[in-house]
């Protein structure tokens, strides 16, 4: 049976100023765009608050536009135009491959850059139905003082599966973030902590606006594992990035799905290793299945999300050295 929505009040700022003040006002306010995500969750009572503050109308978030520096990206630009941007695949092919990746064509369309950023955490234990979460004494993220994943543990091990992170990662992105203090820029991977409840490192009153890529000429790419082809969250998704011009290449790898935020990997730095080599390949798969913590938050093994993971990186990092 489909949860029916509750109520509540849509605020529609036209401008980032109107939205902060608008945030200001009701500090508990949720943030949507697209709410391919957020309407799931007010569904599944999720959500605690009754105000929406809707950024869509505000057309500073809304554009792509290339700069001397490389390009910037509105937080509000959907994963859609995103997909089907030229001017993204050229530099950065990882991105469009990303975004093409998530979920179906019309959530696409309405899904954006900066909710797929800021995308909750999930867990098997908390994407159910609210008497679900009751009858189980809740959890640590939500009204529950126990990670069930993790019950000796003193944090939420939910996983984050937003797949645009680890493909903006291997190109060292930068966010944009508007505050009640100001503007603040810092890079992508600062913006997450390995907290399944509160993995955003945003402030109160803070709004993602934008991601800068510098200008570039690694080649890149991503994949994911799900259990289905389309629509799934990522099991575990892998973007990799390589620096032929460098010899040896530099190569650069990204997670996400895996832990609770999504992350960039040292790949192997042992001078001896070359990428001619067989032994570079085991030990960056050695590498990853050390880095990456898979938790019982899917229906799927954690064993097998670790391996897979780490055999999905050797495959893209082969395919791109």
């Known amino acids: 049976m489909t949860e029916a929505l509750p109520q509540f009040t849509l ?4 401008t980032l100023d109107d939205a902060l003040i608008a945030l200001q006002a009701t500090p508990d306010a949720a943030l949507s765009a697209g709410g391919t995500d957020l309407i799931v ?25 290339p700069n001397e520096n490389g390009l910037r990206i509105g937080a509000g630009v959907t994963l859609d135009q995103i997909e089907h941007s030229d001017l993204i695949a050229q ?12 979920a179906g064509p019309s959530h696409r369309q309405v899904a954006t850059l900066g909710g797929n950023l800021c995308l909750d955490t999930r867990c098997v234990y908390l994407n159910q139905s609210h008497w679900w979460r009751k009858a189980n004494d809740f959890c640590l993220k939500y009204q529950g003082d126990t990670c069930h994943v ?14 645009l992170a680890p493909a903006l990662l291997v190109h060292d992105a930068e966010v944009e973030i508007a505050g009640p203090t100001g503007f ?47 629509v799934d969250f990522p099991l575990a998704g892998v973007a990799v990035a390589c620096d032929t011009s460098q010899e040896p290449p530099r190569l650069w790898v990204a997670v996400t799905g895996t832990n609770s935020r999504p992350f960039l990997l040292d790949p192997p730095d042992d001078p001896m290793l070359s990428p001619a080599d067989e032994a570079f390949f085991i030990a960056l798969q050695k590498q990853v299945q050390k880095a990456v913590s898979p938790q019982r938050t899917t229906m799927i093994a954690p064993h097998y999300r670790r391996l897979s993971v780490a055999a999905l990186a050797v495959r893209l990092a082969r395919r791109i050295l």
């Open 41 to 65: 969750r007010l569904r599944k009572s999720l959500v605690g608050s009754d105000t929406l503050i809707d950024l869509t109308g505000i057309k500073a978030m809304n554009s792509i536009d």
């Open 150 to 163: 993790a019950p000796k543990g003193n944090r939420c091990r939910a996983a984050f599966s937003g797949d």
């Open 184 to 230: 603040r820029r810092e890079p992508l991977g600062d913006l997450y902590v390995e907290d399944g409840a509160t993995h955003l490192t945003l402030e109160p009153g803070e709004i993602l606006v934008a991601v800068n890529l510098p200008a570039s000429i690694r080649t890149s790419d991503y994949e994911k594992i799900r259990v289905r082809k389309t």
């Open 91 to 102: 530099t950065y092919p990882a991105v469009v491959k990303a975004a093409a990746s998530v």
């Open 11 to 14: 605020v529609r700022p036209e």
